[in-house]
C-alpha cells in the first residue's frame, strides 16, 4: 500500500525553526520526485520546494518566498524526505503536505510539475508561526 504521512508541524513563534518529515511506505522514494506544497486559509495550494528523483539528479528547487530559509533533503535509508524550515514568518502558516511524482519525464527542475502531476499525498501537518 502505497502511503506518505507527514509529521514536525507545530505552533512555533516567529524566527523559530521546524523540521518537517514525511516518511513513504510501499515504494522507493528515491525514484520519485518529491514536492512539499503548502496551502493557506483562502489561498491556492502552493510549491514551497521539490526534490527531483535521483535519475534526474536530485536537483532541488524552492519557491521564490522560501529566500534560502527552507533546506529539503532525503534520506534514502530511511525512505524519508525532510524540509528544514528556518526564520519562520506569520505568513508561513498553512497546512504542509508532500506528495510523490513519478518523474515520468526525467524533468531536471522538479518545479516542472504541477500538483496535479503528483501521484501520492500525505493527510498533511499543520505550521503555525504566531507570536
Known amino acids: 500500500q502505497v502511503q506518505l504521512v507527514e509529521s514536525g508541524g507545530a505552533l512555533v513563534q516567529p524566527g523559530d525553526s521546524l523540521r518537517l518529515s514525511c516518511a513513504a511506505s510501499?515504494?522507493?522514494?528515491?525514484?520519485?520526485?518529491i514536492g512539499w506544497f503548502r496551502q493557506a486559509p483562502g489561498k491556492e495550494r502552493e510549491l514551497v520546494s521539490c526534490?527531483?528523483?535521483?535519475?534526474?539528479?536530485?536537483?532541488?528547487e524552492y519557491g521564490d518566498f522560501v529566500k534560502g530559509r527552507f533546506t529539503i533533503s532525503r534520506d534514502n535509508a530511511k525512505n524519508t524526505v525532510y524540509l528544514q524550515m528556518n526564520e519562520l514568518k506569520p505568513e508561513d502558516t498553512a497546512v504542509y503536505y508532500c506528495?510523490?511524482?513519478?518523474?515520468?519525464?526525467?524533468?531536471?527542475?522538479?518545479?516542472?510539475?504541477?500538483?496535479?502531476?503528483?501521484?501520492?499525498w500525505g493527510q498533511g501537518t499543520q505550521v503555525t508561526v504566531s507570536s
Open positions: 510501499g515504494f522507493t522514494l528515491d525514484d520519485y520526485t
Open positions: 526534490i527531483s528523483s535521483s535519475s534526474s539528479d536530485g536537483n532541488t
Open positions: 506528495a510523490a511524482n513519478p518523474d515520468v519525464l526525467h524533468y531536471y527542475y522538479c518545479s516542472a510539475y504541477g500538483p496535479m502531476e503528483y501521484d501520492y
